[in-house]
């Protein structure tokens, strides 16, 4: 039973299928997004199904962007989402 559970757990960190945003350092790193609608040095915006994202700030760049997968970088001051 315990294999099955480390399995688990093993398979869920390497094939992460969930929405998260992990806030660290001055910098967030956004997991599963569907969409980035905007980005500029102020502004970055993207989706994930029916929400939509804004991370305000200065000097925002998008320091890593894989297909599911971004790294804001810069003066995070605000994250909404409607």
Do not use: C, P, Q
């Amino acid at each position: 039973m315990k294999k099955n559970k480390l399995f688990r757990l093993a398979n869920n960190y390497i094939n992460e299928n969930n929405f998260s945003m992990i806030y660290k350092n001055n910098s967030l790193d956004v997991i599963n997004y569907t969409k980035i609608l905007d980005f500029s040095s102020t502004l970055i915006s993207f989706s994930h199904k029916n929400n939509d994202y804004y991370v305000e700030g200065d000097n925002l760049v998008i320091s890593k962007m894989m297909e599911d997968e971004i790294l804001i970088t810069g003066n995070i001051k605000k994250i909404t989402f409607i």
